[in-house]
């Protein structure tokens, strides 16, 4: 019996070839996009998962109140270590202090001064680290064990680190590194490298006491009152500890040990198992972060392509069963019953749907390399696994289900008088009302994801051309070091840079005005006792700062030559949130940063964005202090880039043979800092793109059937005098109207989904009508030029063969 079932359903979507490409075709696209979809999910919901002790581990960080808000910091003060193992007994506590952008050279004998040995720049995943970090993580050694990590001088590499340094990770232990040209490391150890979905890629892993004994070079501090984000804490709290108890423990810790310094400070917790999607705390160990709200638009998106590709089925298997009356009043003659009807019928879905999993797969497979540009995944990804087989299987049944159901119920549940006198039409099989509800949903979505593609486009646009409050373009960042050798090169190195005609500037500074540094200070204004109550950025750039990056003055001027802040310039924030209205006033007042000294203010410059254009214009302090000034920023003229970058590395190694050179355009970082919103906007231009193939598919068949179902009207029609055009607009005007009424579903949701995501930029695109308008537009012809073609090739047929016809 089940033979036959398939047998008969293999000859069914043989014989209609048309409408079963159409299904398969629809299906697959819509299949495999939902595959790419959930590899993404997957791996993004995998992140540290598999550490033994995920649950029951916490991220320690620090909330800040302020007049101004909540702002929240990934650091802790460096003794709240010794504090929370005193306070939590039974908890495992360890802390890290990461070092960015850290040269690492690989000691081959000869004199580092003199450009001996290799250099290697690591950005990410230098750390000093407590040995107690591997009692709170688990981690394969290779070689040695976390013991090493309490001596001084040790570092432990990662395996692919030390085949970089060493060649052979096997040939690493016993050897010797050293970090930016000052600190000698034993290498003591080799753990195998993190996961791609690890939050914690430690690639050179130094012992902590090291820190400590260059506590002048790395900041390092034992007192409450100075907070580093580099500075972060974890503890592994018994079984059964809830984050309630964590936080109100730490609330006690505060206040017993921050007591009168810092009463604005509040240590918290932060469960591992949210880190990967707090964006509260920025991305700082990892090389990215993702939101929830990121994953829910991508599975809500994965969901409305299935369903239009299910539609799809729907509709042209109920238009298709009007073809089928007499074979299935037949059958109910002969004895079939309702359920044996139906199960032929799912039996066919099943099909399909089977043929369309497995084109999916093939599809998803090929398209797998391109999966990078759309989300922050790793190259190795892997597709098929045990997660997408469940997924892949719970998928088929799910669209067997969507799709086959309700058309099993209509051909099942036909009459067999009326299937057999042939009396049965696509009017009289109560499915019109359905297929006209399905398309106007199917439509509803391809709109809703148009609109996304014109907002998110927009928005990015926008981002990209946005007026920063000073010229990011042709600046070139080097960045170094501010030893003592390097300090004393700085002058003679800046001077040789401006003998090049290419050159406009020079400025050596601590970052540039827009970056992810968020260094912030509380601060006295005009010799008053009091604090303010609110913190102040900083941006450390000695004087030709404000030349090189062009930012513009509105009162005042820049400060004088200087190696320490003696004089400082301000922005327009930082007056209006003292209730300063007029720039003027400011010029000549003092200003002091926590127990510094005090400095005149000699300029007031333009806002400019310091940071991305999701949040906020900060208030900002800029001055002097050189043993700050690591990154040289030099403004290049535009012509001849490429040369004239080539000349300055040359001079750059030259000048300083014992770093490697890192050079780097300032747009181009700038443009990192929007990486997944660009990547979620070529995502809604992808699957608007197919939402609307698969929307295009569907219609088609419909009016294929149409025009199968209508040929003798037509013919008549033609033979009275219509036109070619009154035939078109016959076959188009139902459609159009459905589309129009799509529209007025799918703008609203549109207007509050697409208005919830530009609420996470301070700086945004006004929903404006004509984005609507656009969107309508863009619908109403792509479904004219569908069912345009169909209809005028049935208006164009020939009346005598049209009335032939049976």
């Not at 930016?180 to 490391?185: Q, T």
């Not at 002048?216 to 503890?235: A, D, K, P, R, T």
């Given at each position: 019996m089940i033979k036959n079932y398939f047998k008969i359903a293999w000859r069914n979507i043989i014989r209609h070839k048309i409408y079963s490409v159409i299904n398969i075709a629809g299906l697959t696209v819509g299949i495999a996009a939902c595959l790419l979809i959930f590899t993404i999910i997957r791996y993004e919901l995998s992140f540290d998962i598999f550490q033994p002790n995920y649950k029951n581990i916490y991220h320690i960080v620090t909330e800040q109140k302020s007049e101004s808000g909540i702002d929240y910091n990934p650091g802790v003060a460096v003794p709240a270590t010794e504090a929370l193992r005193l306070e939590f007994p039974k908890a495992k506590v360890a802390s890290i202090n990461s070092s960015y952008g850290s040269q690492i050279t690989v000691n081959d004998g000869s004199d580092l001064k003199y450009n001996g040995g290799k250099k290697f720049t690591e950005n990410i995943g230098v750390v000093f680290i407590e040995p107690q970090f591997f009692d709170i993580f688990s981690w394969k050694w290779l070689a040695g064990n976390a013991a090493v990590l309490a001596n001084?001088?040790?570092?432990?590499?990662?395996?692919?680190?030390?085949?970089?340094?060493?060649?052979?990770?096997?040939?690493?232990?016993?050897?010797?590194?050293?970090?930016?040209?000052?600190?000698?490391?034993?290498?003591?150890?080799?753990?195998?490298?993190?996961?791609?979905?690890?939050?914690?890629?430690?690639?050179?892993?130094?012992?902590?006491?090291?820190?400590?004994?260059?506590?002048?070079?790395?900041?390092?501090?034992?007192?409450?009152?100075?907070?580093?984000?580099?500075?972060?804490?974890?503890?592994?709290?018994?079984?059964?500890?809830?984050?309630?108890?964590?936080?109100?423990?730490?609330?006690?810790?505060t206040i017993k040990y921050y007591k009168s310094g810092l009463k604005d400070h509040l240590i918290i917790s932060q469960p591992l198992s949210i880190m990967h999607f707090d964006t509260r705390f920025g991305d700082n160990l990892g090389d990215h972060i993702t939101t929830n709200a990121t994953l829910r638009t991508l599975s809500f998106i994965a969901i409305l392509i299935i369903i239009m590709a299910s539609i799809n089925f729907i509709n042209l298997s109920t238009a298709q069963s009007v073809g089928r009356s007499k074979e299935v009043g037949i059958r109910k003659v002969l004895g079939s019953s309702r359920k044996q009807l139906a199960i032929q019928v799912i039996g066919e879905t099943a099909l399909i749907v089977i043929g369309a999993v497995i084109l999916a797969t093939i599809v998803a497979k090929i398209s797998l390399p391109y999966l990078k540009n759309i989300a922050s995944v790793p190259d190795d990804i892997s597709l098929i696994n045990g997660g997408s087989i469940i997924f892949l299987t719970l998928t088929t049944l799910v669209v067997i289900i969507l799709s086959g159901i309700y058309p099993a119920l209509i051909v099942s549940g036909f009459k067999p008088v009326l299937a057999l006198k042939n009396k049965i039409t696509a009017a009289s099989i109560g499915g019109i009302s359905l297929r006209r509800t399905l398309v106007i949903t199917q439509f509803a979505i391809s709109q809703l994801l148009i609109i996304g593609t014109i907002v998110a486009v927009n928005q990015m646009d926008f981002v990209n051309k946005a007026d920063l409050g000073f010229n990011k373009n042709a600046v070139l960042m080097l960045p170094g070091y501010t030893d003592s050798i390097s300090l004393k090169k700085m002058q003679s190195f800046k001077q040789q840079l401006l003998q090049n005609p290419a050159v406009q500037s020079v400025s050596f500074t601590s970052d540039a005005p827009s970056s992810d540094n968020n260094s912030a200070s509380n601060f006295y204004f005009n010799h008053s006792e009091k604090e303010i109550g609110f913190s102040t950025f900083m941006k450390i750039g000695d004087a030709d700062y404000f030349k090189t990056f062009g930012l513009r003055f509105t009162a005042g001027t820049g400060y004088d030559v200087s190696d320490t802040m003696r004089q400082v310039v301000v922005n327009q924030t930082l007056l209006r949130k003292l209730g300063i209205q007029h720039d003027d006033y400011a010029v000549g007042k003092t200003l002091r940063m926590g127990t510094g000294v005090w400095a005149t203010i000699t300029g007031v410059v333009e806002d400019f964005k310091t940071n991305s254009l999701r949040e906020a214009v900060k208030p900002i302090i800029i001055f002097p202090s050189k043993k700050y000034e690591s990154l040289a920023a030099v403004k290049l003229k535009s012509n001849n880039l490429v040369k004239t970058v080539a000349g300055i590395q040359s001079l750059w190694e030259n000048t300083y043979p014992e770093y490697a050179y890192n050079g780097f355009f300032l747009d181009e970082n700038i443009a990192k800092f929007y990486k997944q919103e660009n990547q979620m906007a070529l995502v809604y231009k992808i699957f608007a793109f197919i939402a609307i193939f698969i929307s295009c598919l569907g219609l088609y068949g419909l009016v294929s059937f149409m025009a199968i179902q209508r040929t003798k009207e037509v013919g008549v029609r033609k033979v009275l005098g219509a036109s070619v055009s009154s035939i078109v607009y016959l076959f188009s005007k139902e459609f159009m109207a459905l589309i129009l009424i799509s529209c007025l579903i799918a703008i609203p949701a549109a207007y509050y989904i697409m208005n919830g995501w530009l609420q996470h930029f301070a700086y945004r695109v006004s929903l404006n009508i004509w984005v609507f308008v656009a969107a309508i537009a863009v619908s109403v012809v792509i479904a004219w030029l569908t069912v345009g073609y169909k209809a005028m090739k049935a208006a164009l047929v020939n009346p005598v063969k049209s009335l032939k016809s049976e």
């Open positions: 001084p001088n040790m570092v432990v590499l990662d395996k692919t680190t030390a085949t970089k340094y060493f060649g052979n990770w096997t040939k690493a232990v016993g050897k010797s590194i050293t970090m930016d040209n000052l600190v000698n490391l034993k290498v003591a150890g080799i753990i195998e490298d993190a996961p791609s979905n690890s939050d914690l890629p430690f690639k050179v892993l130094i012992s902590h006491i090291t820190w400590k004994n260059y506590a002048s070079v790395y900041n390092y501090s034992e007192g409450w009152g100075l907070l580093s984000s580099s500075h972060q804490i974890f503890m592994l709290f018994p079984d059964h500890t809830t984050q309630n108890d964590i936080d109100k423990q730490l609330k006690r810790v």
